[in-house]
Structures are given as C-alpha cells and as structure tokens.
C-alpha cells in the first residue's frame, strides 16, 4: 500500500516550537518534491511550503515566511521530510498534510499530478 504519514502534531502555547514529519509507506519519497498544507476549520486547504526532490529549492508561504522552515533527509533509513514551526499563533492552528508533487517552484508552490493525501496531523495552538 503506498501511502504518506504525517505525524508531530500536538497543541502548545502560542510562540512555542513543533516539528512535523512527513514519511512514506510502499515507496520512497526522495525522488519527489514534497509539500506541506494545512486545513483549519471553515476554510479552505492552503499550502505552506514545498521543496525540491533535492532539497534545493524551498518555498514558504508569505504567512509563514521567517517562523517555518521545511527539511528533507533522503538517507534510505530516513527518507522523511520535516516541516519546523517555530513562534507558533492561534492562526496556525489546522490540520497539516504533505503531499508528492513533480516539482516544487518559487513563488509557485508544489505542482502536482496526483490529489492523494494522507490522514494529517492536528496543530492546535492556543492560550
């Protein structure tokens, strides 16, 4: 079965740090560009980020340019793509999904040719 598993997501205080993880079951994600997008309730899915197969081309969404950063490890025992969550707001609270595309573009985002998604993982960020 080929599936994506996100997990890392939990609920914290507003400014605090969380570390998302997106890895793969029945293939590998390295020749993938990989993203990451969030659905909060009432609203519609938005992207976050992206990056390359590489890893040398990152995109971040203007709403979370300077707090968020994405990371890949493409090691065959890791083969896992982080998202980074630093100064973390209420506003960030949502459902985070990642994603395979084909590429990963600036300021385009991730260009995909399948809509397949994983179950998420929930950020809940509140006071």
């Known amino acids: 079965q080929v599936q994506l598993v996100e997990s890392g997501g939990g609920s914290v205080q507003p400014g605090e740090s969380l570390r998302l993880s997106c890895a793969s079951r029945g293939f590998s994600l390295d020749v993938f560009a990989i993203g990451w997008f969030r659905q909060a309730p009432g609203k519609e899915r938005e992207e976050v980020s992206c990056?390359?197969?590489?890893?040398?081309?990152?995109?971040?969404s203007d709403s979370v340019k300077g707090r968020f950063t994405i990371s890949r490890d493409n090691a065959k025992n890791k083969n896992t793509v982080y998202l980074q969550m630093n100064s973390l707001k209420p506003e960030d609270t949502a459902v985070y999904y990642c994603?395979?595309?084909?590429?990963?573009?600036?300021?385009?985002?991730?260009?995909?040719?399948?809509?397949?998604w994983g179950l998420g993982t929930q950020v809940t960020v509140s006071s």
């Open positions: 990056i390359s197969d590489s890893g040398n081309i990152i995109y971040l």
């Open positions: 994603a395979t595309g084909y590429a990963c573009t600036v300021p385009g985002g991730l260009r995909r040719s399948l809509d397949a």
